[in-house]
């Protein structure tokens, strides 16, 4: 049942629902705005509560400070009845990401014209000591009239890390080399995430990829991406060098501040001849003849190397002007050597394309024996200590003294609970765990120290209440009966933690599937899962199925976030629209000159179509030849939700908006 208020605030419809709450489209009655209104579930499950509920409220200090046109605007927060809500700019528009699905590589002039306001927004949040640490295309929101707007600041700190636990949050495909090894941040940080968007703009691919997390964070660590100019010939190089050094792994050599990084953008045309070569190698200047070049790991560029990499390109070799009286080449013959020296540079690019992704397959190879390596390690230790500590407690306890356990382990703390050591009909536990520096609690009572293994002298007799706990392992609960006078052993072993999945999708809102069975989650989601091969598929209205397949081993988190794609299958086109073609043109598999081509369609059919405060007179499924702009689309049908949908159309391409209606309730 849809709730009719929060706080003041009066609610109009739902905008979004995800694993911490819902957005609400509602009305402040006292000036009569329009707003977002965030609020947070307090029946979060898979997540702990505290945590979500302080990422929550740290996003209305962080974004409440901040007044820019670049930024979402927050009006107000507060807690009703359990709920904390979050009062923010209303804002309708296409999130960045969804833009790229759509066009994947956007134009230059297109490109600085989002990335000026995005680095604007940013260099006043950092001036205002607030950093994102969660830059992404999902995060940016673009309105019709081309605003750019930057979203989200739920993780956002002024400075580094967030949790005291050193947990990272972020979104791994984003994250600076920085963020990911849990360092102090500024906003440098932001920019190194920033340079992702911006590769992703200009190429249309993401600079770090793997197949799980360890793997990307692995190369945005240690591996440089390909230049942008090496995956496509068209990009300009003083593009292709504002792109990389944005994304330098050392601060201090990126770019620091988003209006120095715009600068450079603006006037990329220029750039590219006047940037040192140890921050942008461009490639303009290579011959097509000249052997691909192999990027090197930068453990090894060092030498000779090192010095290649410092001398400038040579300028290609001037071509002497033919001879007097020499014979012209015919038409053919042009024709010939053109089609030959393509099929050399496409060749040459080939090669090297092989040859990198030989290397990157290397590097996952390696990477992964490295971490089998340190698994075997770690478990041949565990055995060791495992076995040590069995022997230890088999040990008859008449047999053990106080002094002689100080002399055949090494020492440790001591702990007294009670102040007064002289008192009679005391005992003693002595504690250990596997692993160690379990944290322990005593009858509800902890202190910093209480690390295993150590002794707790001075216990009073009786029963006492123990629980054993540490990260990233189940806690675990004891009953232990102090005796006046013994020094008696509590030893627990450490389950892992329970394995589960993180999951995500662009757009959110998509059900979760783990094995066959739904899960009744909607992305942002968390699934507890048991070890072992698990299959997770997200399904979403309107949008293609997407599946994975993983097999987690105890304790291990499994991290999934696709973006969502819509289904392109063609329609049958309807006949000529009447006198709407006033409006859309007249209906054509062809798609005219000058003009896109729009198809709209609905399950279940019938749906009316109203684009502006015109009606079409016809309803779904159709489409129509229009002319290059931004259209807003409202579908209706009796019995089903209202759509609405802001559809951006350019020349000489189809534009499909296809819709599974939903029913009313």
């Not at 302080?54 to 009845?81: M, S, W």
């Not at 809500?85 to 296409?94: N, S």
């Not at 783990?514 to 309107?542: F, N, Q, W, Y």
């Amino acid at each position: 049942m849809l709730i009719q208020s929060v706080g003041r605030y009066e609610i109009i419809g739902e905008l979004g629902r995800g694993a911490m709450g819902v957005v609400y489209k509602a009305q402040d009655p006292t000036i009569g705005r329009t707003v977002a209104l965030k609020t947070m579930r307090l029946d979060v499950h898979g997540l702990e509560s505290d945590d979500v509920l302080r990422r929550f409220k740290n996003e209305a200090r962080a974004a409440g400070v901040l007044n820019h046109p670049n930024i979402v605007t927050i009006y107000d927060a507060g807690e009703q009845d359990g709920m904390f809500y979050i009062a923010m700019e209303f804002i309708e528009g296409t999130m960045l990401h969804s833009l790229l699905a759509e066009k994947r590589i956007l134009p230059p002039e297109e490109i600085i014209q989002l990335s000026r306001q995005i680095c604007k927004g940013l260099d006043y949040a950092h001036s205002n000591g607030i950093i994102h640490r969660d830059i992404k295309p999902a995060n940016i929101m673009i309105t019709p009239d081309g605003t750019v707007k930057i979203m989200d600041f739920g993780i956002a700190k002024a400075g580094g890390g967030m949790t005291s636990t050193g947990q990272v949050l972020g979104t791994p495909n984003y994250m600076s080399p920085e963020q990911v090894k849990g360092k102090a941040l500024d906003g440098r940080s932001d920019l190194f995430s920033f340079g992702v968007v911006l590769y992703e703009m200009v190429t249309g691919e993401k600079p770090f990829v793997g197949q799980n997390v360890t793997t990307i964070i692995y190369k945005i660590v240690h591996e440089n991406p390909i230049p942008p100019r090496d995956l496509d010939v068209t990009i300009h190089p003083g593009l292709s060098a504002v792109v990389t050094k944005s994304l330098a792994k050392v601060p201090e050599d990126r770019y620091q501040t988003g209006a120095e990084l715009i600068k450079d953008l603006e006037n990329y045309k220029s750039v590219g001849a006047t940037m040192s070569p140890t921050t942008a190698l461009p490639t303009s200047a290579v011959n097509v003849s000249e052997a691909p070049q192999v990027a090197v790991p930068a453990s090894v560029a060092t030498g000779a190397v090192a010095a290649a990499a410092a001398v400038a390109p040579q300028p290609d070799v001037a071509q002497p002007a033919p001879a007097m009286g020499r014979k012209k080449r015919g038409a053919l013959e042009v024709v010939l050597i053109t089609v030959l020296a393509i099929a050399v540079a496409l060749g040459g690019y080939g090669y090297y394309r092989y040859r990198n992704a030989l290397k990157v397959e290397q590097a996952d190879r390696e990477l992964e024996q490295k971490l089998q390596e340190e698994q075997k390690q770690q478990a041949e230790q565990d055995s060791a200590r495992k076995a040590a500590a069995a022997a230890a407690a088999a040990k008859p306890e008449s047999t053990v003294t106080p002094t002689e356990s100080e002399t055949k382990t090494p020492p440790v703390p001591k702990a007294s609970v009670s102040p007064n050591k002289a008192e009679k009909n005391r005992g003693e536990l002595r504690f250990a765990s596997q692993p160690g520096g379990a944290k322990v609690e005593i009858d509800g009572w902890t202190e910093p120290t209480w690390l295993t293994p150590f002794l707790a002298s001075n216990l009073g007799a009786g029963k006492h209440t123990v629980v054993f706990s540490k990260l990233g392992y189940l806690p675990e609960r004891r009953t232990v009966n102090v005796t006046i006078g013994k020094s008696l052993p509590v030893m627990v072993q450490l389950n892992p933690a329970i394995s589960k999945l993180v999951v995500d999708s662009t757009p959110p809102g998509a059900n979760v599937e783990v094995d066959g069975k739904d899960t009744g989650k909607i992305t942002p989601a968390e699934v507890v899962l048991e070890k072992g091969e698990h299959t997770v598929v997200l399904r979403k209205p309107g949008f293609k199925d997407v599946s994975s397949t993983q097999t987690l081993a105890e304790g291990q988190t499994w991290t999934f976030t696709p973006v969502l794609l819509q289904p392109t299958t063609q329609m049958t086109p309807p006949s000529r629209p009447g006198f709407w073609k006033k409006i859309f043109g007249n209906s054509s598999e062809v798609i005219p000159e000058g003009k896109g081509l729009v198809h709209i369609h609905t399950v279940p059919e019938g749906a009316t179509i109203q684009v502006g405060n015109q009606i079409a007179p016809r309803k779904t499924n159709v489409q129509w030849p229009v002319d290059p702009g931004t259209y807003d689309i409202v579908l209706t049908m009796d019995g089903y939700k209202q759509v609405h949908r802001i559809v951006r159309v350019q020349k000489g391409r189809p534009v499909y908006v296809e819709v599974v209606m939903e029913k009313q309730p």
